[in-house]
């Protein structure tokens, strides 16, 4: 019973499986393939040749070579220590924490001749004098002026050594 339940079910199935295997002559996409190869043909595009680009050498003998090595290499320890550096040990004031691009001055005090300057950070006001510490580079304020305040800010190199650099907070007046 089993086996010709078997039998019947293939012999039910063969027609459709045969029939599926064919290729089918009202295909449109192979005519439609058909019609365009017939219409396009490739055509090969000239690459135009390009010419060796000129050997430069560097001939410049008083300058650095910009491949010396040496350069990349860590300067002596006695040197690195008797060089300009700047406390790193010294306790942090608030506005050190704050980059300086989100600093901003609104004013300045004078009682004197001491100058204090009127620094907005984060909807807070902090009073700076000349010798006070801000932004993220180790900056110190050297001068208050009416419209600025100068700053020298410390940078470290690609050589390790510390760099000192001048900026400033100029009044940001409301129009």
């Known amino acids: 019973m089993r086996q010709s339940w078997r039998t019947l079910l293939l012999v039910s199935w063969l027609p459709w499986l045969i029939t599926a295997c064919q290729p089918q002559e009202s295909d449109d996409l192979h005519r439609w393939m058909d019609e365009v190869r017939q219409r396009f043909h ?58 300086l ?36 580079d180790l900056g110190k304020v050297t001068a208050i002026h009416d419209k600025a305040v100068d700053i020298e800010e410390w940078v470290a190199d690609s050589t390790g050594q510390w760099i000192r650099r001048q900026t400033q907070l ?5 129009k």
């Open 170 to 174: 100029v009044l940001q007046e409301k």
């Open 42 to 99: 490739p055509v090969p595009i000239a690459v135009p040749v390009v010419s060796p680009a000129p050997e430069f050498r560097y001939q410049a003998s008083d300058r650095t070579d910009p491949f010396d090595l040496s350069r990349l290499a860590l300067n002596e320890a006695g040197s690195a220590h008797n060089a300009a550096q700047p406390d790193l040990h010294r306790p942090r004031e608030p506005l050190e924490s704050m980059p």
């Open 101 to 136: 691009d989100t600093l901003r001055l609104i004013g300045n005090l004078r009682r004197g001749k001491e100058a204090i300057a009127l620094i907005q950070a984060d909807k807070l006001i902090y009073s700076v004098r000349v010798g006070a510490h801000l932004g993220l």
